[in-house]
Nanobody, 118 residues
Framework: QVHLVGSGGGVLQPGGTLVCSCVASRIIFKIYNVCWYRQDPGKHRELFANSTTRGATNYTNSVKRRFTISRENDESTVYLQMNSLKREDTDDYLC????????????WGQGTQVTVSS
């Protein structure tokens, strides 16, 4: 059974820095695209960063130049470096991996909570 385990969330002040990670098991990680989503309770899930199998990255404007997604295929891990955190970044952060153009091979990690508060 495929597992994605997210970690690294916490409580910190505005302007702070945090790194979250998500480790996958039982998949050939390098062939999967990886994404980070975030979600408030009762709100939609927002895709804000992704990395293709070739390492190309994309970000929404809300996190561009503050957040960095990266992947270590040998470790089956995707990272999320978050700088200059704002209160509005408070959310549950989830990792996702998927295969392009296929109806299978889409897996989610459990969320890790990030709270930005003074």
């Amino acid at each position: 059974q495929v597992h994605l385990v997210g970690s690294g969330g916490g409580v910190l002040q505005p302007g702070g820095t945090l790194v979250c990670s998500c480790v996958a098991s039982r998949i050939i990680f390098k062939i999967y695209n990886v994404c980070w989503y975030r979600q408030d309770p009762g709100k939609h899930r927002e895709l804000f960063a992704n990395s293709t199998t070739r390492g190309a990255t994309n970000y929404t404007n809300s996190v561009k130049r503050r957040f960095t997604i990266s992947r270590e295929n040998d470790e089956s891990t995707v990272y999320l470096q978050m700088n200059s955190l704002k209160r509005e970044d408070t959310d549950d952060y989830l990792c996702n991996v998927f295969l392009n153009g296929l109806s299978y091979g889409n897996y989610w990690g459990q969320g890790t909570q990030v709270t930005v508060s003074s």
